[in-house]
Nanobody, 126 residues
Framework: QLQLVESGGGLVQPGGSLRLSCAGS????????IGWFRQAPGKEREGVSC????????YYGDSVKGRFTISRDNAKNTFYLQMNSLKPDDTAVYYC???????????????????WGQGTQVTVSS
């Protein structure tokens, strides 16, 4: 059974950068579509960025385009979210997710997944 563990969250000043990691264990991520999601207090979970593992096609939410980059390391069974030019509005709990049944585009558009990490807090504040 696939398990996901996030790391890399923390407190950062506006304009700063963070890199989140999501390590898979138990199964290879090769067949899964994967992504990053976030949930701010009082708001619904939203898709941030997703990647179709098979060919690397990526999707980004409008609010993070040009600032965030999703990537993967097949050898490490891990994927990442590089977040640059962070804003206070990016403050949220960030989750990684994976799915065999949802397309990467659906995962991001509908913030759905089949397997979830535990979440990591990202706080952007001066």
């Amino acid at each position: 059974q696939l398990q996901l563990v996030e790391s890399g969250g923390g407190l950062v000043q506006p304009g700063g950068s963070l890199r989140l990691s999501c390590a898979g264990s138990g199964r290879t991520l090769d067949a899964y579509n994967i992504g990053w999601f976030r949930q701010a207090p009082g708001k619904e979970r939203e898709g941030v960025s997703c990647i179709r593992w098979r060919d690397g096609t990526t999707y980004y939410g409008d609010s993070v385009k040009g600032r965030f980059t999703i990537s993967r390391d097949n050898a490490k069974n891990t994927f990442y979210l590089q977040m640059n030019s962070l804003k206070p509005d990016d403050t949220a709990v960030y989750y990684c997710g994976a799915s065999l049944s949802f397309s990467a585009q659906t995962m991001c558009n509908s913030a759905v997944g089949s397997v979830w990490g535990q979440g990591t807090q990202v706080t952007v504040s001066s």
